[in-house]
């Protein structure tokens, strides 16, 4: 089966940086995405990693690693209006697989 | 400017009504799904399609429907709405597996009483 796992929570302080995690057992998955979704909302695409390695994008930066089965999200920066939560995604055979998803909480 | 548009936003119907989400993307994506999302948990994949006249059910047993008659339109039935089905339903389409993500509705709220 396909499973990606999250923390469920974390909590940081306004300007922090906040590394979130995910790590998956799956076969066929060719990449991750990474979304976000503030309560009540729908979600809203984040980045994707196609391949091994580090994609940034403004403050929000997201690594893979296939040969390890893991990547992250990584938030600098923060600010409150980053409170949300953080979904993995991985995209296998026209499907994607969403992951338990972790809250972040932004402390000032 | 939305480009997935959900109806209605929130409903509230008694147990044994039919209801219909509808769903509709001026993208012109083959790829359209449903999710199921209950307060503060994962999406569950209910329903997909490739494209027209292609539908699939996902990951999470649903008693519901889907048609796909248009590229643009992807409705969602509940023949007899029960409490278990309130939830919230979340419509996406997508063009390219991965690189673009999926675009998401707003959603709609369904309460059974």
């Known amino acids: 089966g396909q499973s990606l796992e999250q923390p469920s929570e974390v909590t940081a302080v306004e300007g922090a940086i906040v590394q979130i995690n995910c790590t998956y057992q799956?076969?066929?998955?060719?990449?991750l995405s990474w979304y976000q979704q503030h309560d009540g909302g729908a979600p809203t695409f984040l980045s994707y990693?196609?391949?091994?390695g580090l994609e940034e994008t403004g403050r929000f930066s997201s690594f893979l690693s296939r040969s390890d089965s893991y990547g992250y999200l990584l938030l600098q920066e923060l600010q409150m209006k980053d409170s949300a939560s953080y979904f993995c995604?991985?995209?296998?055979?026209?499907?994607?697989?969403f992951g338990s998803g972790t809250k972040l909480n932004v402390k000032p | 400017e939305a480009d997935i548009y959900q109806t209605p936003r929130y409903l509230v119907i008694g147990t044994g009504k039919k209801i219909t989400l509808e769903c509709s993307q001026t993208?012109?994506?083959?790829?359209m799904y449903w999710y199921q999302q209950d307060p503060g948990m994962e999406l569950h994949l209910i329903h997909y399609?490739?494209?027209?006249?292609?539908?699939e059910k996902g990951d999470l047993s649903s008693e519901s429907t889907v048609s796909r008659i248009r590229t643009e339109h992807f409705p969602l039935t509940l023949e007899s709405a029960r409490p278990s089905h309130t939830s919230q339903y979340l419509c996406?389409?997508?063009?390219?597996?991965?690189?673009?993500?999926?675009?998401f509705g707003s959603g709609t709220r369904l309460t059974v009483v």
């Open positions: 996406a389409s997508s063009e390219y597996e991965g690189q673009y993500g999926y675009t």
């Open positions: 799956t076969s066929g998955f060719y990449g």
């Open positions: 990693n196609g391949l091994d």
């Open positions: 995604v991985g995209p296998s055979f026209n499907k994607f697989y």
């Open positions: 993208m012109g994506h083959d790829k």
């Open positions: 399609s490739y494209g027209v006249n292609s539908t």
